[in-house]
């Protein structure tokens, strides 16, 4: 009996300081503040560059832990590797929702991307949930565009019918960070897709390096080929803005035309219209 007895009480030893650790770690951290919806979220102006006008936003998953905020590249990694990513996307959605609702409502040519990950690729689950939460709402699906990475194909074949599923529901579908990932070419032609996003990366060597080994007229160049829109990413100097424009792109988002913003203050950065 005292060895049975030492043995549950050990084992309830364990789960406890196990479950203690967990709390105190990072991950218990983060779990604990989404359950808590504490993941605020910032939207970035995308402006269309022939006008500067403000024809969207991305949005922006944010996290204030202990009183600084951690970077998402951070968070959301963690998020992926633990299981809680899909539980961030949809507290975007809903914020997304509560904040710019009535927003999007009166502004029907206004939309806001969202970012969903490998898994969020892998099934129906975020498109059902999406859904769910847009019925009733009176904004209407392209006001809602989702914005998947080259990394969340890692189910290739899933992700296509994914992907297919979300355009079928109306929801413009958007590739992240292009270029960065593998095999870029070879799926473009069998993915169907609305738009690319160029890389910050493919940016930011503009106006640095000479024009001819500029990446970015390329990209341009294909998308254009495929039929499909362009929105830049990162730009923060006037000459990349012109650049890109020549080359072709339409759309843009940067510190050039503005950081990522609160709700309150994206909806007077739309209403203010364009500078001068
Ligand atoms: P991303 O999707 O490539 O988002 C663009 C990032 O570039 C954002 O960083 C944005 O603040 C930053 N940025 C925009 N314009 C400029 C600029 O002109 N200069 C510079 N230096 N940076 C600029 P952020 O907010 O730190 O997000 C980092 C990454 O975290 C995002 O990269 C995205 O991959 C991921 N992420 C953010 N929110 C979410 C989310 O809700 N869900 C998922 N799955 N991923 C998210
Ligand atoms: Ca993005
Ligand atoms: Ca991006
Ligand atoms: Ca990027």
Redesign the pocket.
């Known amino acids: 009996w005292l060895g049975a007895g030492l043995l549950i009480g050990g084992c309830f030893a364990f789960l406890v300081i196990r479950s203690a650790r967990y709390r105190l770690s990072i991950e218990g951290e983060l779990e604990a503040a989404i359950r808590r919806r504490e993941i605020a979220?910032?939207y970035?102006p995308i402006v269309e560059l022939a006008t500067r006008r403000c024809v969207g936003a991305?949005?922006?998953?944010?996290w204030h832990h202990r009183g600084t905020a951690i970077?998402?590249?951070i968070f959301?990694e963690l998020?992926?590797r633990h299981g809680l990513?899909q539980s961030?996307?949809d507290l975007?959605l809903d914020r997304v929702i509560a904040e710019l609702g009535g927003f999007l409502r009166s502004h029907p040519d206004c939309y806001v991307s969202?970012?969903?990950?490998a898994v969020?690729l892998t099934s129906r689950r975020f498109l059902d949930y999406l859904g769910q939460r847009l019925n009733g709402t009176g904004i209407e699906p392209a006001q809602i565009r989702i914005?998947a990475?080259e990394r969340g194909f890692v189910d290739a074949q899933a992700a296509v019918q994914v992907i297919q599923a979300f355009r079928e529901a109306g929801h413009p579908v958007y590739i992240?960070?292009f270029g960065t990932g593998y095999s870029s070419l070879s799926y473009l032609q069998t993915l169907p897709v609305d738009a690319l996003?160029i890389?910050?990366s493919f940016v930011d060597t503009i106006g640095y390096e000479a024009a001819s080994s500029s990446v970015a007229p390329h990209i341009i160049g294909l998308a254009q080929t495929l039929g499909l829109d362009v929105v830049a990413?990162?730009?923060?100097h006037e000459e990349q803005a012109a650049y890109l424009y020549e080359s072709g792109a339409r759309f843009a988002?940067?510190?050039?035309f503005s950081?990522?913003l609160s709700a309150e203050a994206f909806m007077r950065f739309v209403e203010a219209g364009p500078p001068g």
Do not use: C, F, H, Y
């Open positions: 979220v910032q970035q991305e949005a922006l998953a944010r970077s998402p590249d959301i998020a992926e990513i961030i996307t975007v969202i970012n969903v990950s969020d914005e990475t992240d960070d996003k890389d910050k990413e990162g730009v923060e988002q940067g510190w050039l950081p990522a």
